[in-house]
């Protein structure tokens, strides 16, 4: 998986949008953000709902995961040995362990994960998207290599983007090995499918 020169150029130049962000507008972008994926007409009642550890800039899922109600279980993402992610459970001031990258995890055993396929929805960082539904990540293809089923089937688990509305660009090169998300949710939009809401 090597990114095409016209992917990293756009995804350099958007983690520089997403770092240029002030405390202030980050701090209202995560609590505005919590709001739009919980009004998401597919948002899950029960069943387990995965985030991230915001690194680099990211979105934060904090204030989210906060008001999640209390038939959901919240995941993060965990390394697994063959190159995809596996998800645990965390609540906040559980153990966490740095991964290879410096990216706190869950200090869980490796059964204590599940897959995606067992999730009910999934929030996927980014660090561009269009309003098609496609995706830049960071480059390393974990959220691709775990997620290629989604290219032969639909949900579940649902996937949303999360992202600063900055982070929008007119269009992502889109690779074959790309999973297209349902839903992007910033501060100040959702989009779901094609079209914007």
Do not use: K
């Amino acid at each position: 998986m090597n990114p095409s020169p016209d992917r990293a150029t756009l995804r350099a130049a958007l983690r520089e949008r997403r770092r240029a962000l002030t405390a202030a507008q980050r701090i209202a972008a995560a609590e505005a953000l919590a709001e739009r994926i919980l009004e998401l007409p597919f948002f899950p009642q029960h069943g387990c709902v995965a985030g991230y550890w915001a690194v680099d800039g990211e979105i934060g899922l904090h204030v989210l995961q906060l008001h999640l109600p209390p038939t959901l279980t919240y995941c993060l993402p965990v390394l697994h040995a063959d190159g995809s992610l596996r998800f645990a459970e965390w609540r906040t001031g559980a153990p966490l362990v740095e991964n290879r990258f410096g990216i706190p995890e869950p200090d869980v055993a490796p059964e204590a994960c599940r897959s995606a396929a067992e999730l009910s929805l999934l929030l996927v960082p980014l660090t561009g998207f269009d309003a098609a539904g496609n995706r830049l990540g960071m480059g390393g293809g974990w959220y691709d290599r775990s997620l290629a089923f989604r290219r032969e089937r639909p949900a579940p688990p649902w996937l949303v983007g999360a992202a600063y509305a900055t982070q929008c660009t007119e269009q992502i090169p889109v690779e074959p090995w790309d999973v297209r998300l349902d839903a992007i949710c910033s501060e100040d939009a959702t989009w779901i499918a094609e079209e914007p809401q």
